[in-house]
């Protein structure tokens, strides 16, 4: 069952969902943004839908602590994830996006709203917080 940790303040906003092979496919509740999701001490790969209500603006985290990969779904056929040069992330045979699958991968998306069809688009943002080996840079820490 999936692990989630609530903000008990208002300095610490996000809530912190931990997920595992166990709760893959994992649908996320657009009340749980902003969120922070991570795959601690999964030995499998994790697959997360993003909320198919999301409004522009909301923002889900999504950071790689175990090898595994996390895959992230926009739900709906025609809702995208796209990369911050514009590109489509959501380039999986089934319409998903790999973002991570290395200790210290970190993918920040932002929905951008509906594209004017209807369809959500996603901004992703990805980043390497470590040097490759397990251990992280400390500017980016």
């Not at 943004?33 to 697959?47: F, H, K, R, S």
């Amino acid at each position: 069952m999936a692990t989630i940790v609530r903000p008990v303040d208002s300095a610490s906003s996000k809530t912190v969902i931990k997920l595992t092979q166990a709760d893959s496919p994992y649908t996320l509740a657009r009340d749980l943004c902003p969120c922070l999701i991570i795959n601690e001490g999964a030995t499998g790969a994790v697959t997360v839908t993003l909320p198919g209500d999301a409004k522009g603006g909301e923002q889900v985290e999504a950071m790689c602590l175990a090898a595994q990969d996390i895959i992230l779904d926009p739900g709906n056929a025609v809702d995208r994830i796209i990369g911050d040069d514009g590109t489509s992330l959501t380039d999986l045979a089934d319409g998903k996006a790999l973002i991570g699958d290395a200790i210290g991968e970190k993918c920040t998306l932002v929905c951008l709203g509906d594209d004017g069809t209807g369809d959500l688009e996603w901004l992703a943002t990805l980043q390497q917080l470590n040097d490759g080996t397990g251990v992280f840079n400390e500017e980016q820490a």
